[in-house]
């Protein structure tokens, strides 16, 4: 939704799909995703990787995860941009909760 606000986009294996990382690039996002490895070619760019940008990622699941427990694991609504609206309303309030 606001692309120019993300400079990095990470992932772990499972987001490994070249439509993701061309859609990244497009929007000027680095994505940072390991690659499954499927050839030596795949290990060397894992190699590559910045693992200290990439150990990052465990605070974004971390975060999920506890938003999972406290709101549930599925979204109601049936629309894009109402899941999107009730994503962020959980964060809000996941937010407040933790400032209280």
């Not at 190699?47 to 990439?54: H, I, K, S």
């Not at 971390?62 to 938003?67: D, G, M, P």
């Amino acid at each position: 939704r606001n692309p120019e606000n993300i400079d990095v986009l990470l992932g772990d294996k499972g987001y490994d799909d070249q439509k993701i990382r061309r859609l990244a690039r497009q929007h000027k996002v680095r994505p940072l995703i390991k690659h499954r490895e499927f050839t030596s070619l795949h290990k060397a760019w894992n190699a590559r990787l910045d693992a200290d940008l990439y150990g990052q990622r465990s605070q974004s699941e971390t975060v999920n995860s506890t938003l999972k427990r406290k709101f549930g694991s599925f979204v109601r609504s049936r629309r894009w941009w109402k899941q999107f609206r009730e994503l962020t309303i959980a964060c809000l309030i996941h937010n407040i909760d933790r400032s209280l």
